[in-house]
């Protein structure tokens, strides 16, 4: 198992294709136990097969609101913004 410094942004190249839905899983649970409710994943542009592979696991994350591309300053179409639902108490 692979320990990641909890940030409020997550960096996916150094992930095999096979481990990016769990990382992203384990990243969100992880970052709504800290508080957060916006994060950023990065993606990179590419091809966008990452970053379609990041928007489908997102869409069934029950922590996820909401995601949209990060603005040009935070990534662009290269990383995407994530607003985590409020921890239930």
Known sequence: MRRIPIE????LHSFLPRDV????SD???EAQKHGWREVRIIHGKGKGIRRAE??????????????????PERGG????IVL???QLP
Do not use: H, M, Q, W
């Open 27 to 29: 990243y969100l649970e």
């Open 8 to 11: 409020d942004s997550f960096d």
């Open 54 to 71: 990041v928007r489908r696991s997102l869409a069934v994350n029950p922590l996820v609101a909401e995601i949209f591309d990060a603005p």
């Open 84 to 86: 985590l639902k409020s």
């Open 21 to 24: 839905p769990s990382a992203v």
């Open 77 to 80: 179409s290269g990383a995407t």
